[in-house]
Each structure stands twice: as C-alpha cells, then as structure tokens.
C-alpha cells in the first residue's frame, strides 16, 4: 500500500465484531433492500444490522445508501437512530476521486436535524458521533447547531458538545479558532461537574495558559469541587510542573488540599504527585500520612496492596528514608487489616524502617498484638498472623540486641503455641547471643518443657537445654523436668503394670455391675415434636490422665526425640563430670541416670509398646551416647562438650555474613550510579534515584512494554512458523508475552499470482487462554503481504497451545473456500515463573499442604552433579533456598529445594535429589508439588524437554 493508502487505514475507524450474522449465508442485498424499503421499525433494525454486519466484513453496499436515507433516516425511533450513526461512520463518504458525495448533503441536514431535536438523548448521541467525523465539508454547516448545545437546559448535551468542539478544534482548527475562549467562558458558568470536567481537560490540551488561569481564580474551592474535576486539576499541576519547575512553588498549595478530599482516588494521585513536586521531609511525611490513610479506610485489598507498594517505593528513595522511618508507627496501624497478605507487607516495610531510635516503640507494638492474637478474636487467620509477628519480633531481636531483653520473655509464653517452631529458633539465638539472660531463659524454658507436644520444638529445647546448662545446680534441675517429662521410668515396666491395672479395674466395674446402663428421656424439638433421646451411662472410674509430654512422643513412634534427648542427657552427664562442685558419687549417680533414661528408651523401642518400633539411625545415636558414658575420659566427649557448639556458632557467624552482604548488596543496587548513565539536567539525579519523577511516563512504559529490553536472539526464538513454504499463503508469527497478555503479531505472504479475498486467521486455543478478539478479514494481492494482529489472555501458569487455520477466496473463482492449516504454538510457561525466595519453614508447610506431584526421572548425559543443577536452574527459572555453604565440594550425592512463583500468585516448589552411580552416570528425581496440577505438569514437562535437549 501508498503511505497515502496507509494514512487513510489509519484513520478508519476500528470495529471489533463481537456477532455475526445468524444465518449460514450472507442476505442478498436485494433482500436487504427489501427490509429496509418496506419492512417495519424491527425489521428495518434487523437489516441495518446485517448491513453494518457485513460492511465491516468488506462488502460496500453503494446502492443501499438512497434507501437508508429515503426510508431509514426519517425515523424517530431510539433504536434506528443509534444504528444510523455507526453506519454514517463506517459508510465511504467520497467518491473514488475523493470528493464528497452528493448524497451525503442529505446526511448533513439530517445532522443538523438532530442538533436541534428535542430529546437530549439524541442530541447528545449525535454530537459524540461528530466527534468520530473526519470531513470538514460536513462538519462546517453544524458549527452554528453545536455552539448553540452549549447552553443546552440538560447536562448530558452540554458535556458531549464541549467533547465535540474540542475534537473538532484540535483536527480542524478553522472552523471554530475561538474555542480556547469560548470553552473558558462556558467553565466559568457551568455548575455539572462532568461538563467543567470535559472543558478543564479540553482547556489542558489546547490552551494551558487559559486552564491555569481558571485554576489560579478558584485555588481555594478546589478542595470542594467534584472527584472527577478534582482528578484533573492533579493531571494539570503534574503536567505542568513537569514541563515548568518555576511553577511548583504556585501550585503545590493545590495539591495540599487535594490531600484532604473525600475520594481516595484524589489523595492517591495527589500524594504520588506531590513527591514528584518536592523532596521536603514536610511533604513526604504528608504523603506517607495520605496513603496510610488510604490503606486504613479503604476496603478493597487490592489497594491496599497497590498503596503498600508506593510506601515501599518511597522508603527505596534514600532521601526519603529517614522520613518513612519516623512514620513507622503510623504505618504500622495497617496491620488491622483482616488480609493476612496485607498484614503481611506491611509488617515487612516496617521491620527495613526500624533503627534504633525507634525500635523499643515498634517492639512494644508488636507484643502488643502478639498479645491480643492469644485470645484469638477480632482476627482471622490468627495462627498465621501470630507467626507473622513472632518471626517480625525475631528479626528485630536479632538486629538490635539491647531490645531482645524485651522480647524473649514475650516470646517464651508462645512455646507451647502453634508457632513455636519459630520461637524456639529465636530462642535458641538468644541463648548464645545474650549470655546474661541464660539464667533466666533456661529457667523459663524449664518450666515450660513439660508442656511442649511439639517433636520439632520437643528437639531444640533439649539442644538448648544440653547446651547451656552448664552449672551444677541447672543440670540437677533439667533432668529433674526431664524426668517429669518423661512419667515413671522404666517405660515398658511402668506401662504394662498401668495396662494390667486398667484391665482388673474394667473387670471389676463389670463384676460390680457397673457396666454402662442405657438412661431414656423424652426432648421437646424445635418444631414443637416430641422425640426420645437415649444415653448410656457408666459409673465406672474414668480412664487414667494424660501421659506426660515427652513420654508420649516417643510411645508414638517418634524416637528422634529420643536421640536428642540422649544427647542432651550426655552433654550434661559429661559436663557434670567436669565441674569441681560434685563429688565423686553425686557425679557417678548423674552419669547412672542418664544411662538409665537412655537405656529405658531403648527397651521401649523395642518392646512393641510404640506405635513405630525404633529406626536403625535413632538406636545407633543412642547407644553411642550410653558407650560414651560408659567411659567418660574418652576423646569423643570433646565433640559433646565443645564441637557442637562451636558449629552453631559457625552457623549464626555464617548467617550473619550472609544477611550483611545482601543488605550491602541492595544499598549498592539502590545508590550506585555508573559513570556513562544518563542524567537529567533539570534535576541533576540518576535515573534510580527518580523512582517517582514521572509516575505518568512510568506507567505508560510499564503497560506498552517500552522499557523491556530484548537482545534480538531473544526474539527471534519466539518467531514461530506456521506453514510452509511450498503454501500457497506462508505465515509465521512472532509470540510477545506481556504480564497477561499474549500478543501475536502473524506474517501472512501471498505466494500465488492471485488476488486473495477475505482472508481470515481463525484461531482457537487448548489450555487456560482465551482469545479476546476475532481478527479482522483482508484482501492480499498477488505476492503482497499483510500482518495480522491477535490477543491472548492468560488466566494460569499451565501449558497452552494456541492452533488454526487460514482461510480465503480467490478473485474470480467459483470453488469452495481454501484452507491452509498452522502449525500448533505452544507457550512457554518460563514467561511466567520468577525465582522468589522464602524461608524453610514456609517451603515445610507448603510442601505439606500442596496436595499436586509431580515427580520427573533424571536421564541426562552430563558429567557432573553441579553442573547438572545449574543447568536445572537455568531450564526452570527456579531459586535454590539451599545455602551455598550446603553445596560446596565434591560427592557423590546432591539434595537440594528450589522455589519459584507465578505472575499469577502461585507457588511451584521442588526438591532435587540426585546420586552419581558406580559408572559415572547421574540419577535421581526432581519432585515437584504446587496448589494446581497445571504449574506442577508443566515444570515437569520442561525439565523433560530440558534434559532430551542438553543430551
């Protein structure tokens, strides 16, 4: 095509059919004729339909443009009024000279007809239909009839004639030059807020001066006008101010008050505005005031995510840091939300804004709520949330030491609680990091121990306790709960003497006639019925308590709690041998007991009484302890006194030097600049630092895609093809995946010496997509080309496959229609997935929950076990939660949990075990699990191909 071709393809107008025409074939147009000439109000709708129908299909129709005028257009009906408009703005208007037909004086005076109609609704119609007209002849004899809708009595014409002269000003100029001042005179008289709204916006686009001078006239009432005028002058001040720093000084008054107005949406704009005016710390503590505000009142979560966000980008800008962190505490009233997610977010903003100047009014709060979630009303989720706040009130315990001796006494009380797990951990740092406070946290601990039903928690108190018990007097006290802990020993003894005794005392209730007695008693319903209620009742004694904690842990089956506790049992007996206090019998009695436990546990084990008889691994831990007691002098009692804690020590030092460098690593993400960036004269900042310079640039960039960069190998692998090139009609397409978004932008070649006529991509698509719009029909010349445009929508991460077929006409032939079938587009799941991080006890529980698995054979040829995971890592776009540390050296067996999450919120977690066998090939398996069975499928089905591709 011409550029003048292309000019005028442009301009058409751009119609999306949603229906097309019920019956199989097209009406003939002589049927049609007949409709439209003869036929009642219905059937004349019905054929204007089927006409429009199929002119966007590419028939013309020229004859039936008479008809329409003689027998269509002097109708008043609402229906057929509405119909004519979208047929005058897809009709050709001009002959195939380009100039205007003769018919189309007939239109205008129809035009000018309705300007003047009485009913407002088709007035109103017809002017937002002259704002889609692109011919000045037309439009030149209504410009007295749309003045005149300015001072319309009804609301509705007024707003569509401001909409109508502005369109009409910006293409044609000539026609109305005085618009600028008559729109001004009109603003200052109007009262309906849409209509001011309608010529504010017009006075922006055409003449700022004239706008700011209105603004500059009521700046003191801005604060009364309506929302959508308000959300205006924000676009005006923000404009301007962009363009004019000189300007921000006049206008920031404005955006003050706007902070004030009843909308959210105003005080959204207006505080993300105002931080692009100034860096004042008096205007981001406004701002930072303005969206908390917002949070708190509105009810909407995905707000208050979406103003969560702009907190979080204002505490990214270092100048505005100190600010946030003297906001804390407002922020940290969010967490009255009831979304955990919420609560969540903004727990995390507020733990990177705690310093030391206001960590003791931050920690007071959140044992406060630690405080409220024990009773558990007003909350939902309240495990959750409790979890959320003790792992907050751990890491600021563990960033500012001199607040943990606030924190530990709080936590403590949770040790018997859901989220002990979490506790315990912190716990276990304070223990080495606070050595004064030892006492009383051993002494607190023991009291709880009996408490604890927990394994998991069960296993680190005992480390603890074998750990930092180290004077006489603690030692005597911890086996003393460990024994009250336990129940009477030993174990199978005590439990077979209290079975027997149950048993005689059942035969005894039996022989006594105490059996249970059937008790009948008549109840009254609901409904006023009667009806017999039967009881059975027993004078028999009841059943015997509860056993102790750890006594039933270890009947239960579970005896790696029994491994620690013989652990924490040698350590003490092995200190206790060490210190100068005792005497020689009080030492040999502490080591006798320990044994006795030790031994007791054992038996049980084995004995048949538990649930689980005892695994190999536990009973070799135990009895290593009981040989290593048996001679204390041993070298092995080095590695219970001194190494194990020496290697925690190592792992809180490793840690530490873990969260240092990231933290270190972020600073620098955020402040450095390179030397050859490009830097805005007028503010003299990096572009890192102007996260909020220019919101609305931002935005746009962000929802065309424009700021992506791409190298072209990057695109070229998402060119797919679709047919041959022996086709008569070649296609390929090119696949841009944006957010939600599967944009195809298809290559279709004529390689006939035949003009093709409507010419059609059909599509269809397997999987979670769906296709938006039907793509439009086109007529292709003898070896010309064309591009057709499609969108996708994606809903989840799962495999799609998107297929179909190219179907066309001829020019002059009489056979049936052709068909070229494409090969099938399959999308790739990667566009998708994001690497994310999150601790081990969340991977735990989800692991846990997440009821879909997949698991996927490892088959591949390369060599090693390390290069074979960064080769998993690449091919599924997952994160490694394993340490680093945890993955050094060279062995012959490799485990390690990868984590990943969807654009669409959901979880894909993996667990890599692999070995490297006798003859030097890897094996193992990749398990898989995640919420839906689509992401979990596909991960698999990727490593597959992954693995047949790297061989």
Not at 65 to 72: A, P
Not at 883 to 909: H, I, K, M, T, W
Not at 930 to 938: D, E, P
Request: charged share 25%.
């Amino acid at each position: 095509p011409t550029v003048k071709q292309k000019t005028k393809m442009a301009e058409a107008p751009c119609y999306t059919v949603i229906s097309d025409v019920d019956e199989a074939e097209p009406p003939s147009e002589h049927s049609l004729k007949q409709d439209l000439e003869k036929g009642d109000l219905r059937t004349k709708a019905a054929a204007l339909k089927k006409v429009i129908l199929l002119m966007m299909q590419g028939d013309k129709f020229p004859s039936l443009l008479m008809i329409i005028i003689r027998f269509v257009m002097p109708q008043d009906d609402h229906t057929l009024k509405k119909l004519l408009l979208l047929y005058w703005e897809i009709v050709p208007k001009t002959s195939a000279d380009g100039k205007l037909l003769h018919e189309m004086i007939l239109v205008c005076d129809a035009y000018r007809r309705d300007l003047q109609h009485p009913n407002e609704f088709i007035r109103g119609s017809t002017l937002r239909f002259l704002c889609k007209l692109k011919e000045p002849e037309l439009l030149e004899p209504l410009m007295p009839a749309i003045r005149e809708c300015l001072s319309h009595r009804h609301s509705y014409v007024r707003r569509n004639a401001v909409l109508a002269i502005y369109t009409i000003f910006k293409n044609f100029e000539h026609l109305i030059p005085d618009a600028p001042e008559l729109i001004q005179n009109v603003l200052e008289v109007e009262q309906d807020a849409s209509c001011k709204r309608n010529a504010f916006m017009m006075l922006i686009a055409v003449d700022q001066a004239r706008a700011l001078d209105y603004l500059s006239t009521c700046i003191d009432q801005v604060q009364s006008f309506n929302e959508i005028l308000q959300l205006v002058i924000v676009e005006l001040v923000q404009k301007v101010c962009r363009t004019d720093v000189s300007q921000r000084a006049r206008f920031i008054r404005v955006v003050y008050n706007l902070l004030e107005s009843s909308s959210g949406a105003v005080r959204y704009e207006a505080a993300g505005t105002l931080v692009t005016l100034t860096s004042a710390p008096t205007a981001v503590t406004e701002a930072a005031r303005a969206y908390t505000e917002l949070i708190l009142k509105e009810a909407d979560n995905n707000v208050k995510l979406i103003v969560l966000d702009r907190l979080t980008e204002l505490k990214n800008n270092p100048q505005h840091e100190r600010v946030m962190q003297n906001a804390v505490m407002d922020i940290l009233r969010v967490v009255a939300a009831s979304d955990v997610q919420v609560r969540k977010k903004t727990l995390d903003l507020c733990l990177e804004l705690v310093v030391s100047r206001n960590v003791a009014e931050v920690v007071n709060f959140l044992k406060k709520e630690l405080a409220k979630t024990s009773g558990g009303e007003g909350f939902d989720k309240v495990d959750e949330y409790r979890q959320l706040l003790v792992r907050a009130l751990h890491s600021i315990g563990v960033r500012f030491p001199e607040a943990a001796t606030a924190i530990v006494p709080q936590l403590m009380e949770f040790l018997c609680d859901s989220s002990a797990s979490d506790v315990i951990l912190f716990v276990r740092e304070a223990f080495e990091r606070m050595p004064q406070l030892r006492s009383d946290m051993l002494g607190k601990l023991l009291d709880n121990f009996g408490q604890i039903r927990a394994g998991k928690v069960s296993r680190a108190t005992l480390w603890i306790i074998g750990e930092y018990a180290t004077t006489a007097a603690d030692i005597r006290s911890a086996i003393k709960h460990i024994r009250l802990a336990l129940g009477p020993l030993p174990i199978v003894d005590t439990e077979l003497r209290a079975a027997a005794d149950a048993a005689a005392a059942a035969e005894a209730a039996a022989a006594d006639g105490l059996a249970p007695k059937v008790v009948t008693k008549t109840r009254i319903t609901a409904d006023g019925t009667y009806a017999t209620e039967s009881t059975y009742v027993s004078s028999a004694p009841l059943a015997t308590a509860e056993k102790p904690a750890l006594r039933k842990l270890l009947l239960d089956g579970d005896f790696f709690v029994g491994a620690a506790l013989a652990a924490t049992l040698a350590k003490m007996a092995l200190r206790f041998e060490t210190l100068p206090e005792p005497d020689a019998k009080q030492k040999n009695a502490v080591r006798a007991e320990a044994m006795f436990i030790m031994a007791s546990i054992v038996h049980a084990g084995k004995s048949g009484l538990a649930s689980t008889p005892i695994d190999d691994d536990s009973n070799d831990r135990i009895m290593f302890c009981l040989r290593v007691l048996s001679d204390p002098a041993s070298p092995l009692a080095e590695v219970f006194l001194r190494d194990c804690q020496r290697a925690f020590q190592a792992m809180l030092a490793a840690m530490a030097h873990l969260q240092e460098s990231t933290k270190t690593q972020t600073k620098k993400d955020v402040v450095a600049v390179q030397a050859d960036d490009l830097i805005t004269f007028r503010s003299l900042k990096s572009k890192e630092e102007q996260v909020l310079e220019d919101q609305f640039e931002l935005d746009l960039r962000q929802a065309t895609g424009a700021g992506e960069t791409r190298d072209t190998s990057s695109k070229l692998s998402k060119v797919f093809q679709l047919s041959g090139f022996s086709d008569p009609v070649y296609a390929e397409a090119y696949v841009h995946v944006h957010q939600y978004d599967i944009l195809l932008d298809v290559l279709v070649v004529n390689q006939t010496s035949d003009t093709l006529q409507n010419l059609t991509l059909e599509l269809a698509t397997l999987g979670d997509l769906k296709l938006t719009e039907k793509p439009s029909t086109h007529t292709i010349g003898p070896h010309d080309f064309c591009s057709i445009k499609a969108n996708v929508k994606v809903s989840s991460t799962e495999t799609g496959i998107i297929f179909g077929n190219i179907v066309y006409d001829v020019s002059g032939a009489s056979a049936d229609r052709n068909v070229v079938v494409l090969n099938d587009i399959h999308i790739d799941i990667m566009d998708y997935i994001t690497p994310a991080y999150c601790a081990e006890s969340d991977f735990r529980s989800m692991w846990v929950e997440f009821e879909w698995e997949n698991k996927v054979a490892v088959r591949t040829s390369i060599a090693t076990l390390k290069a074979y995971f960064d080769h998993l890592l690449k091919t599924t776009n997952m994160r490694c939660l394993t340490p680093d540390s945890a993955l050094q050296g060279e062995c012959d067996f490799f485990a390690a949990n990868l984590y990943a999450r969807s654009v669409f919120g959901e979880d894909a977690l993996a667990n890599v075990s692999l070995e490297r066998t006798a003859d030097g090939q890897i094996s193992g398996h990749i398990r898989i699990r995640s919420k839906t069975q689509g992401i979990a499928l596909s991960l698999g089905d990727k490593i597959t191909l992954s693995q047949k591709s790297a061989d």
